[in-house]
Every structure is written in structure tokens, then in C-alpha cells.
T-cell receptor
Framework: AQSVTQLGSHVSVSEGALVLLRCNYS??????LFWYVQYPNQGLQLLLK??????LVKGINGFEAEFKKSETSFHLTKPSAHMSDAAEYFC??????????FGKGTKLTVNP | DAMVIQNPRYQVTQFGKPVTLSCSQT?????MYWYQQKSSQAPKLLFH???????NEADTPDNFQSRRPNTSFCFLDIRSPGLGDAAMYLC???????????FGPGTRLTVT
């Protein structure tokens, strides 16, 4: 069965610092990979997706993620955190042709 | 703007009293999903429709039903809500099953 592991259920950074949210997946075939963000009492918003094109994927709000097949990772980064980035982030994998499998989420706190 | 709309945003129901949650979309997507998300957890897929074809997850309780009368609308019926059914219910759509999903804002269900 496919799975997604997000290391760190809570990550805290200072405003202006680098944001790094980790995601590792298990898949027997190269999957599609997604990062979603969820603000309190809201639905999930797609940040970016990897669908076997470029390994470095740029998304909205200055986020990007790099697909590393050798490490089965798809970590999310942002060079400089803003207060508005405080939210919960979900990594998800979709083995081609199958449903999304979500990680457990990482709650990002941004300190002034 | 094309979007996924969920009504109501907040729903309070009594233990055992049937409740229906509504989802509509203007994206003209083929697939519509219902997820249950409990506090600090990842969304859990309940079922999805691919056009008119209904696909139930194996571990979705019989208490949960769904209807899709047309492309734009999808309903979640909870026949006899229990206290354990209190959660955020998210509707999502996608063009095809393996494509990215677009989420509505969610309906937060409280069971008293």
C-alpha cells in the first residue's frame, strides 16, 4: 500500500527564516505528488504538484518542492517565511490512476 | 470564478437525526469526492463519484450515503449521526481520478 510520511507534526520558524517541511513517500512506481495547505476552518488549497515533468516544482505563495526519486522525498520549501504562511500543510501521493493518500499533516507556526 | 461550494458551512444536528450536506461545483469536473476530517488529522476519503458511477471506500460506515443527481451537485447523507461523526466534511472535485483535486471550504458538523 502506498503511504506518505511527514516528519514533524509541528514546525516553528521565525518570520523571514527558511521553511522546510519534509515528506517521504513509498511507491512502487513514480507517483504524482502534491502539497496542500489548509488554513483554520477552511478546505485544502493546492500549493503545487509533481506529475513527472520537472523535478523542481514551483507553486503559489513562493513555495517550491523538489522530487528526489533516490530519496523518495518531496520536501516543501520557502526561502522566507511570512506570518500568513501559518497553517497546516499536507503532502499527498497519487499512484497513477489511484486515489490520493494524504500524510498526517504538519502544522507550521511562524513567530514574529 | 469557478469553484467548489459547500453549504452550510456549519451544521448542528442532534444525535440520531438525519442530516444532509451539500456540495456544488462550477468546474464541470467529472469526479466528486467526500472526505471526513477530524481535528488534527488528515482527510479520510469516504467515497467518490466518477460521473454517475459511485465508488465507496471499504471502511466507510453504512450510515454514510451519497447522491449525485447531476454533474454539478453532490450530497452527503448521514442517516443517524453519532457523536463520533462530528467532524469537518470536505467536498472535492477533479477532472479525472489521478488529477489534482480542488476542495470546497468544508462543512463543520456538530452532533449534540
Amino acid at each position: 500500500a502506498q503511504s506518505v510520511t511527514q516528519l514533524g507534526s509541528h514546525v516553528s520558524v521565525s518570520e523571514g527564516a527558511l521553511v522546510l517541511l519534509r515528506c517521504n513517500y513509498s511507491s512502487s512506481v513514480p507517483p504524482y505528488l502534491f502539497w496542500y495547505v489548509q488554513y483554520p476552518n477552511q478546505g485544502l488549497q493546492l500549493l503545487l504538484k509533481y506529475t513527472s515533468a520537472a523535478t523542481l516544482v514551483k507553486g503559489i505563495n513562493g513555495f517550491e518542492a523538489e522530487f528526489k526519486k533516490s530519496e523518495t522525498s518531496f520536501h516543501l520549501t520557502k526561502p522566507s517565511a511570512h506570518m500568513s504562511d501559518a497553517a497546516e500543510y499536507f503532502c499527498a501521493v497519487s499512484p497513477k490512476g489511484e486515489k490520493l493518500v494524504f500524510g498526517k499533516g504538519t502544522k507550521l507556526t511562524v513567530n514574529p | 470564478d469557478a469553484m467548489v461550494i459547500q453549504n452550510p458551512r456549519y451544521q448542528v444536528t442532534q444525535f440520531g437525526k438525519p442530516v444532509t450536506l451539500s456540495c456544488s461545483q462550477t468546474l464541470n469536473h467529472n469526479v466528486m469526492y467526500w472526505y471526513q476530517q477530524k481535528s488534527s488529522q488528515a482527510p479520510k476519503l469516504l467515497f467518490h463519484y466518477y460521473d454517475k458511477d459511485f465508488n465507496n471506500e471499504a471502511d466507510t460506515p453504512d450510515n454514510f450515503q451519497s447522491r449525485r443527481p447531476n454533474t454539478s451537485f453532490c450530497f452527503l447523507d448521514i442517516r443517524s449521526p453519532g457523536l463520533g461523526d462530528a467532524a469537518m466534511y470536505l467536498c472535492a472535485t477533479s477532472i479525472r481520478v489521478l488529477y489534482e483535486q480542488y476542495f470546497g471550504p468544508g462543512t463543520r458538523l456538530t452532533v449534540t
